[in-house]
């Protein structure tokens, strides 16, 4: 006669099992020391004016914000 398995023993099987292909899991560390964010040898450059470029309509500067009289 089989003997039916009740379902806290298939439970532990499932834990065990889960466990052990959890365990067999290879870590791996990332050796890229790249510097994060924007490029740190990177030049900013200056938006061409219209004089420079002939043929060459572009967008008016932005003009800086006034704020007003806070006190």
Not at 20 to 25: D, F, L
Request: aromatic fraction near 6%; hydrophobic fraction near 25%; charge should be positive.
């Amino acid at each position: 006669m089989t003997k039916d398995k009740t379902v806290r023993e298939l439970q532990r099987e499932l834990k065990i099992a889960k466990n052990k292909e959890w365990n067999e899991r290879k870590i791996s560390s990332n050796k890229n020391l790249d510097y994060i964010g924007p490029d740190p040898t990177s030049v900013k450059k200056d938006i061409p004016d219209m004089a420079d470029i002939p043929d060459y309509v572009g967008l008016p500067k932005k003009k800086k914000r006034m704020t007003e009289n806070k006190w």
